[in-house]
């Protein structure tokens, strides 16, 4: 019997050290104060792990700002908190956060679309839970032939929008009206604007 009571004691202790989820937390974006600080009711101020965006004062801080307050101001959010500090030293909270799809369900990591978008940095803090290797990877090579490696979005020789590869309207672009593009500027300096469903920067 005794021994049933340390392996109860001894689980119970370990839950706390379990995984977090990215469905711990959820709520509204109120507030984006720069692209890697947001605001998210109920949560008070959020720091998202383990990405530096630049200082609005530097060279790109108000463009990263513009990203994420188009992406996710007055939206709903999911989150994965921090389970080990909680806190960074300005009293933060630190989390991955995910954007919510139509349905509710937990949709992209946004860490990581900052991240791949050019309007931020990945720097493991190592005082919080997480391992930023697990959530951000390098993107998937595409198939083919290696005639698009490098190549960031993709637009359609029919429209004049471009994409993220994975964006629903990439996906349906033909493959012999595909037009890869090395950047957004890039994209833009031959006619191409932004996709209005992925939102490319």
């Known amino acids: ?3 049933w009571i340390l392996l109860l004691v001894a689980l119970a202790l370990l839950l706390p050290l379990a995984p977090a989820l990215p469905d711990e937390g959820r709520g509204i974006v109120t507030h984006v104060m720069d692209g890697d600080t947001i605001n998210v009711q109920g949560y008070g101020s959020i720091r998202l792990a383990d990405v530096n965006s630049p200082e609005l004062t530097a060279p790109g801080g108000p463009e990263a700002k513009e990203y994420t307050r188009n992406q996710l101001l007055n939206k709903s959010v999911h989150l994965d908190l ?3 500090t909680g806190q960074d030293r300005y009293g933060r909270n630190v989390s991955v956060v995910f954007l919510s799809k139509t349905d509710g369900s937990v949709g992209e990591n946004f ?4 991240v791949d978008s050019g309007h931020a940095i990945v720097e493991d803090a190592k005082d919080n839970e997480f391992d930023p290797m697990q959530w951000w990877k390098p993107p998937v090579p595409l198939p083919g032939d290696g005639k698009n490696d490098g190549k960031k979005f993709v637009g359609s020789a029919k429209s004049n929008k471009y994409h993220y590869p ?5 996906k349906k672009i033909k493959s012999e009206n595909e037009v890869w593009f090395s950047g957004s500027e890039d994209a833009r300096g031959k006619g ?5 469903v992925c939102h490319p920067p």
């Open 1 to 3: 019997m005794r021994k």
């Open 82 to 84: 921090d389970n080990k």
């Open 111 to 114: 860490n990581r679309m900052l």
């Open 166 to 170: 994975d964006c629903q309207w990439a």
């Open 192 to 196: 191409y604007v932004p996709c209005g």
